[in-house]
């Protein structure tokens, strides 16, 4: 089975600090690995994903991510937060080569950029 | 771009009635999925396809069915809706597998209350 953490249910950051979300999974074998955003009100909006190669995936927004396979880690980063970045971020994982094309998210993290 | 519509963005129903939630997109994607998100859960799967009249149970079938008919038009149904369904469902859509990097596009979500 594969599963993810978001072990922070919210992140708290003043506008032009960098910002951390962390994300942890477990997987059989090796994973491709998601970040999604949610704003109010909406459906999710795909950031950046993980599939081989350079361990630090670069997204949308100026927001990107770093793959570290012996912590299992898929932390979310970006070096100056702006307050337009307060939303609720999910980060999934899916299995290679297995499980179809599901997608197993985490319970998201709730980031909240101040002035 | 992806679009992937969802008929309604709030619905209120009655217990036992019968819901039908219609999603489409434009995109000629094979994949379609529900899911439903709840406050510190995340995102659940209901149901998958990967063609038309094709579906899978994902994580959390039970009380739902589902309907593809047509490539581009995936329903679910709450066969006599109860009020633990009382949710945000949320429907996307991605291409055919290849290597697992496919995308999923989401929907903005029908928020359903049954009361």
């Known amino acids: 089975a594969q599963s993810v953490a978001q072990p922070e249910d919210q992140v708290n950051v003043a506008e032009g600090n960098p910002l951390t979300v962390k994300c942890t999974y477990s997987?059989?074998?090796?994973?491709?690995l998601f970040w999604y955003v949610q704003y109010p009100n909406r459906g999710l909006q795909f950031l950046l994903k993980?599939?081989?190669?350079?361990?630090l995936v670069k997204g949308s927004y100026g927001f990107e991510a770093e793959f570290n396979k012996s912590q299992t880690s898929f932390h979310l980063k970006k070096p100056s937060a702006l307050v337009s970045d307060s939303a609720l971020y999910f980060c999934?994982?899916?299995?290679?080569?297995?499980?179809?094309?599901?997608?197993?998210f985490g319970t998201g993290t709730q980031l909240k950029v101040e002035l | 771009d992806v679009k992937v519509t969802q008929s309604s963005r709030y619905l209120v129903k009655r217990t036992g009635e019968k819901v039908f939630l219609e999603c489409v997109q434009d995109?000629?994607?094979?994949?379609m999925f529900w899911y439903r998100q709840d406050p510190g859960l995340g995102l659940r799967l209901i149901y998958f396809?990967?063609?038309?009249?094709?579906?899978e149970k994902g994580d959390i079938p039970e009380g739902y069915s589902v309907s593809r008919e047509k490539k581009e038009r995936f329903s679910l149904i709450l066969e006599s809706a109860s009020t633990n369904q009382t949710s945000m469902y949320l429907c996307?859509?991605?291409?055919?597998?290849?290597?697992?990097?496919?995308?999923?596009?989401f929907g903005p979500g029908t928020r359903l209350t049954v009361l």
């Open positions: 999934a994982v899916r299995a290679r080569g297995g499980g179809g094309n599901k997608l197993t």
């Open positions: 996307a859509s991605s291409r055919k597998q290849v290597r697992g990097t496919d995308t999923q596009y």
């Open positions: 993980y599939i081989t190669g350079d361990n």
């Open positions: 997987v059989s074998g090796n994973p491709y």
């Open positions: 995109m000629d994607h094979e994949n």
């Open positions: 396809s990967y063609d038309v009249k094709m579906k």
